[in-house]
């Protein structure tokens, strides 16, 4: 099976940085889709980046473009979320996951199309 596992979660102060990590417990990721959503308390969960399964393409929320950045190890089946300039509206539980069904759009960023999510990790940013 295949089953994401974030961690870096954490505590900062506006402006900082943050680097959240998703690995594969279980199946590998190998190519597949793989995202980075976020949800606050009382709000839906949202989009915020993805990357494809070869690790050229990605997409960001338009409020997250510029200040983070995803990326991929193959070799180390692991997918980085690294966060900078962090401002209180990126307060949220951060949730990857990853899509197996196949599909012509390579990083998508609807949460349909995302089949096994990991259980989350909380980035709290205090001004």
């Known amino acids: 099976q295949l089953q994401p596992v974030e961690s870096g979660g954490g505590s900062v102060q506006s402006g900082s940085s943050l680097s959240l990590s998703c690995a594969s417990s279980?199946?590998?990721?190998?190519?597949?889709?793989v995202a980075w959503f976020r949800q606050a308390p009382g709000k839906e969960r949202e989009f915020v980046a993805a990357?494809?399964?070869?690790?050229?393409?990605?997409n960001y929320r338009p409020s997250v473009q510029g200040r983070f950045t995803i990326s991929r190890d193959s070799a180390k089946n692991t997918v980085y979320l690294q966060m900078s300039r962090l401002v209180a509206e990126d307060t949220g539980t951060y949730y990857c996951?990853?899509?197996?069904?196949?599909?012509?759009?390579?990083?998508?960023?609807?949460?349909?199309?995302?089949?096994?999510w990991g259980r989350g990790t909380q980035v709290t940013v205090s001004s």
């Open positions: 996951a990853v899509r197996v069904s196949v599909s012509r759009i390579f990083a998508p960023m609807s949460s349909n199309d995302y089949d096994y």
């Open positions: 279980g199946d590998p990721f190998n190519s597949r889709p």
């Open positions: 990357v494809s399964g070869s690790g050229t393409i990605t």
